[in-house]
Nanobody, 117 residues
């Protein structure tokens, strides 16, 4: 099992910045991907950004150029720096850990990000 503990999030005005973090613990695998999904009210959960254990990143088109994902492998922690936030970024952000190559998903409890206009 993998446990994910998220921190960060909160309320910010449009144009502002926030950083969310997620620390993984438990039975971790050498090959993995960590990242963030988000879910706004009435919408499906969507990928925001992912980074593999090798450092390959993937971003949703809507956040490219504004969000940056990074990780500290020694701390098994992933970070999402969110700049130039927009009201449409408002959602619950969920940390995700993918055990590879089996592609098993683990989820955090979610952290609220609210961007006011």
């Amino acid at each position: 099992q993998v446990q994910l503990v998220e921190s960060g999030g909160g309320l910010v005005q449009a144009g502002g910045s926030l950083r969310v973090s997620c620390a993984a613990s438990g039975t971790l695998s050498t090959l993995n991907a960590m990242g963030w999904y988000r879910q706004a009210p009435g919408k499906q959960r969507e990928l925001v950004a992912m980074i593999t254990s090798g450092g390959t990143t993937n971003y949703a088109d809507s956040v490219k150029g504004r969000f940056t994902i990074s990780r500290d492998n020694a701390r098994n922690t992933v970070y999402l720096q969110m700049n130039n936030l927009k009201p449409e970024d408002t959602a619950v952000y969920y940390c995700n850990y993918k055990r590879l190559p089996q592609w098993v998903d683990y989820w955090g409890q979610g952290t609220q990000v609210t961007v006011s206009s």
